[in-house]
């Protein structure tokens, strides 16, 4: 059988998820596409072009310390997530290839981590568990098996394909919205890889989602989707006191940026151009200024910001910001036709045209090809 999972692009809603905030999210072109059959051993054996080749013994699907971060320790996390839900699992072989960049915020990782359970899920349960149990899954492994305290956007777009509003307050049952973006016709939408991993950076996204928590907890909460905005801004000087500023300004980003998914949203659904990058520009200044993920403290070559930089020096239409978790990585831009030819000759030369990644909306999430 033959399997695709693509990758993913946050359009609005950044640093949201994790506390059961908004998001609007879309599966990419880009993808990881694997060729498997089951095997009688109980091995999951999985060769990507270009990496060494994974190898898990499903004879124990308990978290090994030494696999933290690996992509064996993805695998084994995702046979474990199968085996909690009371799902079968079993050995199989896939040979697999992609032009998915490691690394760089398009969720490489979670379309890994759902390439695995999309075969296992085939393979071993005719199908039987649906798209955002799936995502569960491969953000179960994520969080545990590699340790990184991710929302659940990245799985949860890559699974459901196409372009996605999710509200993800209550969290068993997120509210789910698909939405057709015609209105980008004229627009490329181009990812720019500036450089840099996000492998070293789980320190700065753990803060983000620590600092929300924070500010819900001195409300008696666990998250800020359930602490009312009036009563957010209404205690900023007692919050000053309790968790700092910098805790209250990315609280402050994430009351704003789900007002900025629901604005972009409808702007999609209605067909306003305008309207739609509006939002989009919004929250990548407020990403830069409040939620402050453009760049480490410690980083003095400030990748991101520099592409930022020149991106709005050469567009006078469309809209850009920082692109998934930050710190290091991409850039989102939306560029319209005609002055695609200086985008990329802006870009080009600083970050190479390797890195200019033009991709489209792919209406399917990962699923089972042929």
């Given at each position: 059988m ?56 499903l ?26 839900r ?68 990245d ?11 999710i ?18 016709s ?33 409300f ?8 009312p ?8 000087s ?13 609280a402050?980003h ?38 402050q ?78």
């Amino acid at each position: 059988m033959k399997f695709i999972s693509p990758g993913r692009i946050e359009i609005v809603g950044n640093h949201t998820d994790h506390n059961h905030g908004k998001v609007l999210v879309a599966a990419i072109e880009l993808s990881l596409k694997a060729e498997a059959h089951p095997t009688g051993d109980n091995v999951i054996v999985i060769d990507s072009r270009g990496f060494p080749p994974v190898r898990v013994d499903l004879a124990s699907t308990a978290k090994v310390p030494a696999e933290v971060g690996s992509p064996q320790g993805l695998v084994r996390g995702v046979a474990d997530g199968f085996t909690k839900r009371g799902l079968h699992i079993g050995g199989f072989h896939a040979a697999a290839v992609g032009d998915i960049p490691v690394g760089a915020g398009v969720s490489s990782s979670a379309a890994f981590e759902l390439l695995a359970a999309q075969i296992l899920n085939e393979f071993y349960n005719g199908g039987a568990a649906d798209r955002v149990t799936l995502a569960k899954i491969a953000q179960y492994a994520e969080n545990v098996y590699m340790e990184k305290p991710s929302g659940l956007l990245d799985q949860m777009g890559i699974a459901l394909g196409g372009a996605t509003y999710i509200d993800f307050q209550d969290i068993h049952k997120p509210r789910i919205e698909s939405v057709a973006p015609q209105i980008l016709s004229e627009y490329k939408i181009v990812v720019v890889n500036t450089g840099g991993s996000h492998a070293d950076m789980t320190a700065h996204y753990a803060a983000i989602k620590a600092e929300m928590q924070a500010a819900a907890k001195y409300f008696g909460k666990d998250y800020l989707a359930d602490v009312p905005p009036r009563a957010f801004y209404g205690a900023v000087s007692a919050l000053q006191r309790a968790v700092g500023g910098r805790a209250i300004l990315r609280a402050a980003h994430f009351y704003e940026e789900n007002a900025r998914v629901e604005k972009a949203f409808k702007a999609l659904k209605a067909g306003k151009l305008s309207a739609f990058f509006s939002a989009v520009r919004e929250s990548g200044i407020s990403s830069y200024a409040l939620l402050q993920n453009c760049y480490a403290p410690e980083d003095a070559v400030q990748r991101i910001p520099l592409a930022l930089y020149l991106a709005g020096r050469v567009l006078k239409k469309g809209a850009y910001r920082v692109h998934g978790g930050g710190f290091a990585g991409t850039i989102l831009a939306f560029v319209h036709a005609s002055e695609f030819g200086a985008f990329t000759e802006t870009f080009a030369p600083v970050f190479g045209r390797e890195n200019i990644m033009v991709t489209g909306i792919r209406a399917l999430g990962t699923s089972k090809i042929e």
